[in-house]
């Protein structure tokens, strides 16, 4: 931008659509014309999804038939070391613009922003010249990949300020102030189309973040006390499907539960309502259970219709209960919230979901491939696919189950079979099962039992169960979505957990920007 009177272009908003990156028109075809800075820096939260803070972000242009167009997204959290600034531009910039080349599109300019409330004794005027630096390397950056920075703005304290004007005394030293939420054009066209800016990204991480309240000791507690109850039998190979059919059975009566619960207006009632719909020992079953991945790639099936959102409210539940020492075990729900979400269309709460179980665990890998698939803007119906028909496979080995169980069981009342074989009806569900692929299910083997003789006994077993020593010879199915990986020996011969080490069909490999944990 070379003039502050000088129009951009008119923008159809394709790009506001709160995702990486976006393809095609809307729905609507509606064309917004952004003309001045200040309704880029109030387009920002739009394009987002939500009002970012501490956040620096890049906005790819494209050039369309002569008009500009919004296109890929990227943002990153702002470094709190500044040496650590120009390899965090360099990051976001090179992770927008090969994102935007590998979906066929590179960008020909970029709109930068840094926005970030002020410090104790600061003020926003202070916030925009101490960030000037970044919003320098990020157009260094952008120009170094010949992607030209047209605008770079900084927003703070309700101003905003531009770093590229050129007309000296043009804008206020105080800067300008921003205008009144959803009063602008493009608010008015993002509500036409459906669009909603969702807060913030604290707000968001809140609904899955652990408690800190009395309760969490409690829930500690009873976590404590149903570890050394489950964790033996999940270890325990004859006992470990039994734990995994009661793990889902309860997980189906609470999305039930949830379902016929009467709505209520706002996140945070309607989070208060789930966790009270959840009863202590019923989420410490669910956050122990779900530590076995084929559990765990059961319950991802309930991924769409009328099971989606009960699923997607269980597992923020769920994750919420992960507290004190069992934060770890948060990677399983945080990852299946975030796997919810994706396929719902949630791309914003997926993301940080992912980030947050990765944040959790980061080797858990079917976290991690499911994060770099939504960063890649692929389609989820891939893997919505692979889990249909893992569903579909475990139901025709339990239907004929059933059939062999009511055969057998005429033929023992019958008087000319007096001489077959006992365990005849068993051998053949194990064959079916072993035949059957997809189905999760696992041949026998010997493993070592957890000493469940006190609580930190009953986690360490627990964290066991990523993945345990097999005896040789021995070879599992995988489950539905990634196969085992045997665990490993820590220091004295104790089991430590194996990383996470499934994959997900249909997810290429590659790369997206990624945000750093922990940050806002």
Not at 93 to 105: D, F, K, N
Not at 117 to 141: C, F, I, M, N
Request: charged share 30%; glycine share 10%.
């Amino acid at each position: 931008m070379t003039n502050h009177g000088e129009t951009i272009g008119p923008f159809d908003n394709s790009g506001i659509s709160g995702q990486e990156s976006s393809t095609g028109l809307s729905a609507h075809d509606t064309q917004v014309t952004l003309r001045t800075p200040a309704e880029l820096a109030d387009a920002l939260p739009y394009l987002l999804g939500y009002r970012p803070e501490d956040s620096m972000v890049l906005v790819a242009l494209h050039d369309r038939e002569g008009r500009g167009r919004f296109g890929g997204r990227a943002r990153l959290g702002i470094p709190a070391n500044e040496e650590d600034w120009e390899a965090a531009a360099r990051q976001l910039a090179q992770g927008l613009v090969r994102g935007s080349e590998r979906r066929g599109s590179r960008p020909e300019q970029m709109v930068a922003y840094v926005c970030q409330e002020p410090g104790p004794g600061e003020s926003g005027r202070d916030v925009k010249r101490r960030l000037g630096r970044l919003a320098q390397l990020l157009r260094t950056q952008c120009g170094d990949l010949d992607v030209p920075v047209i605008e770079a703005l900084c927003i703070s304290d309700g101003r905003y300020w531009s770093y590229c004007c050129p007309i000296e005394g043009c804008c206020p030293e105080d800067g300008s102030p921003m205008g009144l939420p959803g009063t602008s054009v493009l608010a008015a066209a993002a509500t036409y189309a459906g669009i909603q800016v969702r807060g913030t990204l604290r707000e968001l991480r809140a609904r899955l973040q652990p408690w800190e309240t009395s309760a969490a000791l409690e829930q500690e507690v009873a976590l404590d006390a149903a570890g050394m109850t489950l964790v033996p039998r999940i270890l325990d190979e004859a006992s470990r499907p039994d734990v995994a059919e009661e793990t889902l059975a309860l997980a189906e009566r609470i999305m039930r539960r949830f379902a016929a619960a009467a709505p209520v207006s706002g996140t945070h009632r309607a989070d208060l309502r789930d966790d009270g719909m959840l009863a202590h020992d019923e989420a410490a079953r669910l956050i122990l259970g779900l530590q076995d991945r084929t559990t765990r790639d059961r319950a991802a099936a309930w991924m769409e219709g009328e099971e989606a959102g009960p699923a997607l409210r269980l597992w923020r539940a769920v994750a919420r209960r992960c507290v004190g020492s069992y934060g770890e075990h948060a990677a399983a729900p945080l990852t299946l919230a975030g796997w919810v979400a994706w396929s719902t269309g949630d791309e914003l709460e997926a993301r940080e979901a992912l980030a947050m179980a990765l944040g959790a665990d980061p080797d858990y890998l079917f976290a991690r491939l499911l994060h770099q698939a939504c960063n890649e803007g692929l389609d989820p119906e891939g893997i919505r696919r692979c889990l249909r028909e893992d569903r579909t496979g475990r139901a025709r080995p339990e239907t004929k189950r059933q059939s062999d169980q009511a055969a057998d069981s005429a033929r023992t009342e019958s008087p000319a079979d007096d001489g077959a074989m006992p365990g005849a009806s068993a051998r053949a569900d194990d064959h079916v099962a072993e035949a059957e692929p997809g189905t999760g299910a696992r041949r026998r083997r010997r493993v070592r039992s957890a000493d469940g003789s006190d609580g930190r006994r009953a986690r360490r077993a627990a964290r066991t169960l990523g993945g345990r020593q097999r005896p040789s010879g021995s070879h599992p199915r995988p489950s539905a979505t990634e196969p085992s990986r045997p665990a490993t020996r820590g220091p004295g011969g104790t089991r430590t957990r194996a990383s996470d080490r499934g994959s997900v069909r249909a997810t290429p490999s590659g790369s997206g920007v990624r945000e750093p944990e922990g940050e806002e």
